[in-house]
Nanobody, 118 residues
Framework: QVQLVESGGGLVQTGGSLRLSCAASGSISGFFVMGWHRQAPGKQRELVASIASNGPTNYADSVKGRFTISKDSAKNTMYLQMNSLRPEDTAVYYC????????????WGQGTQVTVSS
């Protein structure tokens, strides 16, 4: 069983930056894709950014040009660099990793709170 642990959330002012980390308990090289999702109060969870095993990235339109997803396989860690933060970025951010063998298996972290004050 893989465990994912997020860190790096907190309170920041509008225009500020944060870097989220997602540390996996084992190798991340076997994941088909990893990603960051977020859920604001009263809203559905949404995909923020993803990174495939061979490197291609994908971003939600609302964060393009401001957020950067990356990973360090040697450290079994994925990151989300968030710049130019806005109040609407306030949410709980979740790390996700998907393994695809005979079936799809999704792993989730416990979430980290990001609050952007205006």
């Amino acid at each position: 069983q893989v465990q994912l642990v997020e860190s790096g959330g907190g309170l920041v002012q509008t225009g500020g930056s944060l870097r989220l980390s997602c540390a996996a308990s084992g190798s991340i090289s076997g994941f088909f894709v990893m990603g960051w999702h977020r859920q604001a109060p009263g809203k559905q969870r949404e995909l923020v950014a993803s990174i495939a095993s061979n490197g291609p990235t994908n971003y939600a339109d609302s964060v393009k040009g401001r957020f950067t997803i990356s990973k360090d396989s040697a450290k079994n860690t994925m990151y989300l660099q968030m710049n130019s933060l806005r109040p609407e970025d306030t949410a709980v951010y979740y790390c996700n990793a998907r393994r695809m063998n005979l079936r799809v298996i999704d792993y989730w972290g416990q979430g980290t709170q990001v609050t952007v004050s205006s």
